[in-house]
């Protein structure tokens, strides 16, 4: 047997693990590598097809899920580019012009859109002004779809013509709502929408337009990417790629809120199962010390000997990873089941990685966890068969720990979870463990005095907490992790969902009002009172763009393909404001009312992610370019801004004062609720010049992406929970061999079955008490550093966590009183003649 072949070594391995499959640490074994696996593969699922279905969501705000855009017509290269991957196109031409009926002239913007726009997203309509809409279609060869407001000012109605330069068009329906409108949020004029076909016969289009054309591609990621390579090295200064990445912060910061939080979850999830993988590991080592020497008797070598448990452990790994992957699987089912109503109808399937991810991580949790207590079966001296007295070599600690820190390094590298977020779990825990074990283990200590006038159910209780005090205060350590991890979770969830929830209330206003005339504000501000419409102050708006920064061309300092870069190749809206507004933090500097007397030139506050772009500091000069003027203004603050509150929003605000003479007009937004659609189109007519946007669209989007996280982050407690209870089981399976020998010799010296299960009452019930208290503490210390520097929240003690150390003590005192019952059962006689 000295030279064993592989195959036979195989065989072996496998025919002793089928002898062992009933043995208890097995099964937890087992157990807790399917919950890992499961955990790391529904998570991953869950995020990837999420993250996917997101990203066809924000996709139709663009109207495909690629865009080439510039001031001048595509190249032949560009879109025979796109065609020769399979990509699907549509082109549109966007401009001012004014269009004319009977009535009058009106200035307007014009889409030009060919029959397969758009590629994401349905158009909708209506057949009269405020009359039911439909999905689908778009204007035919000479017709035109326009919106009401436009209808209002020429004193149209559908049937009539309009004039669009050259070409009459016949008013055919009401443009009610378009997928990419976002991405000309301020057009202030009223919209024309027309087929392609009819642009040229207009005659508009001529050299020096200022002039938009999109090119809109759609297809699978690789064919995107294969085309954004060929592409963009070669764009004309003009032009630039869009996609979803250019979308709107609301949804990149509840999905990226979400994600942090599901991985957290997923690594508290993984860790926990992790430690019941080595418990379990330990104890199936520890038993099968006697089979090892032998087999080493036998002839097996140590490398054999030890490789054939190996080869136990990985054939059992593999098939918890396996079943484990499957049920991770079968578990995202089940939760995009619940989440049908929310997401689109079509969502990607998210391929094989997650599962194979899973199934990674799976393995090396246990590789990990368990190889370091298997090593010791590879030292095993074969005269243990006459000297059970005899131990093998402990492994190194450094082995031990090395691997652990290896694999959790190798699992947090998996989940790509942020360093900030690791230090601050990982660090809290460790000092909780380190300041409350040390705590704990003195409390024991002292404890002994205190029994010796203790009842007997007592003394027996709390007797096997203090005859090993150490391994006492590590099992309460092990079960306050559970507790902790538990704990963490659920308040995490339920105060970061308050605060996401928070971001988004439910009066967020739902209609931005903007071209507000200065003859119109305080009439249209009276009759939003008159309709009850909660509205947001009216601010004054005029276009300039950022020219020079400190006399320095601007295009010099900012980096290509930056923020900065796409906020000074556009005009910036323009405001001033006497007072800081809602949603605006000053990050440096000081407001108007507290800048230096005697400062002749005007004061600007730039936004803070803008000006980190621009490399601004305070007190720089800034030039703009506003209505062919030149103005000067000195940077006296940075503001962060609050982009999801739906408020009006600025990247420049200056002091009051700075801009007057030049035209400007007013934007504000409101809430109206439902119910309220005639009040919104009495304001429409009253005020026909005014652009009233409705964003109920972006807010439902947000509101199911807060709806999703909060049933997902409701859906990864269960995960936390079963590795929990693998933890749980696994620490009592470790010790169930000795409370088998000491339960047996009780009995035979007269302990009475009931005498023994209140004193195994008594052992768990403060056992879970000390772990939840110690869960307690711990918890408050890990949200204390998270809630400062991960979430950016306001930390507040929280009360409820007192009630853990009762918690604690029910549920570990029950789990632990089940989970020992067969050292009652056992019979005394057998038990101590097999000692």
């Known amino acids: 047997m000295k030279h064993m072949p592989l195959p036979r070594l195989c065989g072996l391995a496998f025919r002793q693990l089928l002898r062992d499959v009933r043995a208890s640490e097995v099964r937890v074994l087992f157990f807790a590598l399917v919950v890992a696996v499961a955990a790391s593969t529904a998570i991953g699922y869950f995020g990837a097809r999420l993250n996917g279905a997101m990203q066809l969501r924000a996709s139709e705000f663009l109207g495909a899920d690629l865009v080439l855009q510039g001031s001048a017509p595509a190249n032949d290269v560009q879109l025979s580019a796109g065609q020769a991957l ?27 859109a ?41 004193g149209l109605k559908i049937g009539d013509s309009i004039d669009v ?87 990149g910061g509840a999905l990226g809120k979400a994600e942090r939080y599901l991985n957290m979850a997923s690594l508290v999830a993984v860790l926990l199962a992790g430690v019941a993988v080595a418990l379990s590991a330990s104890r199936y080592a520890a038993r099968r010390l006697d089979a090892s020497a032998l087999l080493r008797c036998l002839g097996l070598s140590r490398h054999q000997a030890l490789g054939l448990y190996c080869l136990q452990l990985a054939t059992l790994g593999l098939i918890a990873a396996l079943a484990g992957a499957v049920l991770g699987w079968l578990a995202q089912l089940g939760l995009f089941r619940l989440l049908h109503g929310l997401l689109p109808s079509v969502v990607p399937t998210g391929g094989a990685l997650p599962a194979v991810a899973g199934i990674a991580t799976g393995l090396v949790a246990l590789a990990g966890f368990a190889l370091p207590p298997l090593a010791a079966l590879g030292q095993v001296p074969p005269l243990r068969v006459l000297r059970r007295d005899l131990l093998p070599i402990p492994p190194s600690s450094w082995l031990v720990y090395g691997a652990a820190l290896l694999a959790l390094g190798l699992i947090m590298w998996r989940l790509s979870l942020d360093l900030l ?43 096997q907490l203090l005859r090993h005090p150490t391994a006492a205060a590590g099992q309460a350590l092990a079960l306050g992790l559970i507790l902790l991890a538990m704990a963490l979770v659920a308040l995490l969830r339920a105060e ?57 061309p601007v295009q010099q300092i900012v980096s290509k393909e930056s923020a900065g870069e796409r906020a000074v190749q556009r005009d910036l809206s323009l405001t001033w404001a006497a007072d800081l507004p809602a949603g605006n933090t000053l990050s440096a500097g000081n407001w108007w009312g507290a800048l230096p007397v005697g400062d002749e030139i005007p004061g600007v506050s730039v936004e803070a992610e803008l000006a980190n772009s621009l490399k601004l500091k305070l007190d720089d000069l800034l030039t703009f370019d506003i209505g062919g003027e030149q ?66 669209a972006l807010l439902e989007q947000l509101r199911s992406i807060l709806a999703q996280v909060t049933l997902a982050v409701e859906y990864v407690l269960l995960f936390v929970l079963a590795a929990g209870l693998a933890v749980l089981f696994a620490g009592l399976q470790a010790t169930l061999d000795e409370r088998i020998r000491q339960g047996a010799l009780l009995r035979a010296l007269g302990a009475s079955r009931p005498l023994l299960v209140r004193a195994r009452r008594i052992e768990f019930g403060v056992l879970g008490a000390a772990s939840g208290t110690l869960a307690a503490l711990g918890c408050e210390l890990i ?36 989970g020992t019952r067969r050292a009652l059962n056992a019979s005394p006689l057998a038990v101590l003649r097999e000692t």
């Open 165 to 251: 330069g050259m070409k009459t068009l016949s008013i055919s329906r009401v443009l009610t709502y378009e997928p990419d409108r976002a991405n000309n949020f301020y057009s202030l004029t009223p919209r024309l929408m027309m087929n392609l076909a009819d642009l040229q016969a207009t005659g508009v289009i001529q050299p020096g337009s200022r002039v938009t054309y999109r090119e809109l591609w759609r297809g699978d990621a690789q064919a995107l990417a294969r085309y954004r390579q060929t592409v963009e090295p070669n764009l004309a200064a003009s032009q630039r790629l869009l996609d979803t990445r250019d979308g709107n912060r609301q949804i």
């Open 631 to 696: 103005r000067l203004a000195r940077v006296t603050s940075l503001r962060s801004v609050h982009w999801d509150s739906f408020q009006p929003n600025f990247y420049m605000i200056f002091q009051p004062g700075t801009l007057q003479g030049l035209p400007t007009t007013y934007l504000t937004s409101f809430y109206l609720a439902a119910g309220h659609d005639l009040d919104v189109v009495a304001l429409s007519r009253a005020f026909p010049a005014v652009t009233i946007l409705q964003v109920d």
């Open 421 to 463: 977020l690791t230090f601050a779990l990982l660090g809290g825990g460790l000092i909780a463990a380190l300041l409350l074990g040390g705590l704990l283990l003195l409390g024991l200590r002292s404890l002994r005095r205190a029994l010796g006038g203790a009842p007997l159910t007592w003394r027996l209780g709390l007797g």
């Open 496 to 552: 970061l969902l308050d605060t996401w929830q928070a971001q988004l209330p439910k009066d967020a206003p739902n209609y931005f009002a903007l071209n507000i005339l200065p003859a119109d504000r305080e009439p249209f501000a009276q009759h939003l009172r008159g309709v009850n419409a909660s509205s947001a102050p009216l601010y004054p708006v005029t276009p300039g763009r950022l020219i020079l920064i400190n006399d320095q």
């Open 86 to 112: 399979g990509l699907r196109h549509a082109q549109v031409v966007e401009f001012t012009s004014v269009v004319g009926g009977d009535a009058g002239i009106q200035l307007s913007s014009i889409k030009a």
């Open 114 to 154: 060919d029959g397969a726009y758009p590629l994401r997203g349905q158009l909708r309509s209506a057949g009269a002004p405020y009359a039911e809409e439909s999905a689908g279609g778009g204007p035919a060869p000479g017709e035109a779809w326009v919106e009401p407001r436009l209808l209002a000012a020429l």
């Open 783 to 818: 949200t204390l550093v998270l809630y400062r520097y991960a979430f950016d929240l306001q930390w507040s003690p929280h009360l409820w966590l007192l009630a853990l150390p009762l918690l604690g003590a029910i549920l570990v005192g029950g789990a632990g009183t089940l």
